[in-house]
């Protein structure tokens, strides 16, 4: 039983870069097991902020070996530019980062698609990030995507032409001109070839079977995290379908992600922030219209970390944690950025009136808490949270039977406390 997971239980951006940065050192192996570079990881230490998409956050630690798993998808483009990223702070992550050879490709007609599938769903588009992630995990279950080893063979050239003009014939047939769609900035050709020489440098990278180097792992009692991305209400099986997105962001997505047995889980830590945010479109049933939202999102900073785009605010749904804490058997809750709502003079909690269906029915009611009003930020003992903090937490911990065992009180690796000696 030695793998731990770093999971988000809402809508995404609960803060599970920061917590796996944190956790890191505990471990041998830093895996990512699904989603692609739609996701974007914060962390920040010595002052500097760092955004990951597609490297696993352990990267910072060059002790600890790092691994892109089978369940991600990876466009090279942007992996590369991490990759620079990390060299201009001196790291060299060829050292300590395995591909496996089965995470499929983004190829740039995948942004395109993404584009093109939302235009044509104009109002009821699902907000995608547009980095490709559906389409490409769409090729990957029609049995015609590209996994990334596939770019070793000799007729690599050859599949990827197939797949290229199999979707171009889609995208004639809309009778939109590809050469009219933009991708960074760039014409489709002008990325392709960017692209191109992206995958040429990430073909340097260890490609491997990471099932077999993690069943290595588990025999010599390694440690190893696998750290999710996006949240669980945005899983496509689980999540407010259809506004979620293309993987399981939930714990059976950390086996076939990876390829280990669900019995050598251990530990499953589900990251919620004290209230609630989603970016992109859906269902929100705590969502707030008012000045709090206002007051939420310029206070957490709830700009998106891939997009920029601005974060939906509203209270914490206690029903949908109590859902997502059954959907992956947490076993310790993380409760991030506190420190938001040090100013309030009343919080919320939101609570369905029916809680048999997750997400239809969904009115709710609000139970009110009186707030600490008091800066929590640098505070560096749990047992110095004001008592307000303290009674509030009480209150999750009791209606959801699980134990919040770290609270973060601000956006810096030092800005957490530790309920418990983990
Ligand atoms: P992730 O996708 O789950 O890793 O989360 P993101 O990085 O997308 O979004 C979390 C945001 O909250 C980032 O800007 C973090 O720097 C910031 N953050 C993390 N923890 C805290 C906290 O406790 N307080 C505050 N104020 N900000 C935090
Ligand atoms: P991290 O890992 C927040 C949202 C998008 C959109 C929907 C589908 O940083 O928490 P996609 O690009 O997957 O087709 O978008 O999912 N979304 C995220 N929201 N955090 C993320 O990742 C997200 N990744 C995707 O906004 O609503
Ligand atoms: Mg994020």
Known sequence: MSVDVVLGIQWGDEGKGKIVDILSPNYDIVCRFQGGP??????????????????PSGIFHENILNIIGNGVVIDPVTFINEINELKAINLNPKNNLYISSSAHLILPIHRVLDYIYEKQKGDDKIGSTLRGIG????????????PIGFSLLKDFEKLYKELNDFHINYIKYTGIDINEIEIEGLRFREYEDQWLGALALMKEFKLVS????????LSE????????AQGSLLDIDHGTYPFVTSSNTTIGGVCTGLGIPHNSINKVYGVTKAYCTRVGNGPF?????DDISKELQNRGNEFGSTTGRPRRCGWLDLSLLKYAINLNGITDLVLMKVDVLDSFDKIFVAEHINEQNPFDNSEIKLIEFPGWQMDTS??????????????FIDFIEKSTSVSITMISIGPSREQILKKINI
């Open 38 to 55: 739609n996701a974007g990881h914060t962390i920040i230490f010595d002052g500097k902020k760092h955004i990951l998409h597609t490297i």
């Open 135 to 146: 389409p490409a995990y769409t090729d990957k279950v029609a049995r015609r995507g590209l």
């Open 210 to 217: 990471v099932e077999n180097i993690l069943h290595r792992a």
């Open 285 to 289: 049933p705590s969502e707030l219209h």
């Open 221 to 228: 009692n390694k440690k190893i995290l696998a750290e999710g």
């Open 378 to 391: 640098s505070i560096n003992n749990y047992y110095n949270l004001p008592e307000n903090l303290k009674k």
